[in-house]
């Protein structure tokens, strides 16, 4: 069964250090997003992405943030400066078409850990 | 943002009885509903969905009902399992945005 692909499953950076968090998306999908669950919380979005832009993106998702589709499989969230607080489990997922009303699918996760 | 809400934080059924899993939203823009079951350190993954123009969705083991007038969802799994015990999140979406609003999930726990 096709499935999202994350990677790292784990990283652990200094804070202020710039982390990239790698994706492959279901590859017939056409929609991409990022999640993310701080520990203990519920799984807040981050930011959609379709054709290539940022379709929607939540109050979380700021100027730090970044995404980037550098080839036509991978799908990277950028953080460029970390902050503790941005220590969570970060989720892809992908569907075919736009969410409401189709599935998403979600990644393993990548565990960001800033210390 | 408490659009969707599970109030229950951990059920615990007996093996081979039913399990019911609640979730309660304020939006009525939701016409999108989705159950996904989680474990630890893993991302979630898909179990059921429903429409709201539907008011059952049944799948195998698994069933949603959906009450509209009540703002209301539930997630039947008959017989129970115990390899079904996860967090369950229910999670909804709406025509005017592409993001999946999450509850605080329910931990369930099926013992035999």
């Known amino acids: 069964e096709p499935e999202v692909t994350q990677t790292p499953s784990h990283q652990v950076t200094q804070m202020g250090q710039e982390v990239i968090l790698r994706c492959v998306p279901i590859s017939n999908h056409l929609y991409f997003y990022w999640y993310r669950q701080i520990l203990g919380q519920k799984v807040e979005f981050l930011v959609s992405f379709y054709n290539n832009e940022i379709s929607e993106k939540s109050e979380i998702f700021d100027d730090q943030f970044s995404v980037e589709r550098p080839d036509g499989s991978n799908f990277t969230l950028k953080i460029r400066s970390t902050k503790l607080e941005d220590s969570a489990m970060y989720f892809c997922?992908?569907?075919?078409?736009?969410?409401?009303?189709?599935?998403?699918?979600f990644g393993e996760g990548s565990w960001l850990t800033v210390v | 943002d408490q659009q969707v809400k599970q109030n229950s934080p951990s059920l615990s059924v007996q093996e081979g009885r039913i399990s019911i899993l609640n979730c309660d939203y304020t939006?009525?823009?939701?016409?999108?509903f989705l159950w996904y079951k989680k474990y630890p350190a893993e991302g979630p993954t898909f179990l059921i969905s429903?429409?709201?123009?539907?008011d059952k969705n049944e799948d195998g083991r698994f069933t949603v009902f959906l009450n509209k007038s009540a703002k209301h969802l539930s997630l039947h799994i008959v017989p129970s399992q115990p390899g079904d015990s996860a967090v369950y999140f229910c999670?909804?979406?709406?025509?005017?945005?592409?993001?999946?609003?999450f509850g605080t999930g329910t931990r369930l726990q099926v013992f035999p």
């Open positions: 999670a909804a979406s709406s025509i005017t945005t592409d993001k999946l609003i």
């Open positions: 997922a992908s569907s075919e078409v736009a969410s409401s009303g189709n599935t998403i699918y």
């Open positions: 429903i429409s709201s123009i539907k």
């Open positions: 939006n009525s823009m939701f016409d999108y």
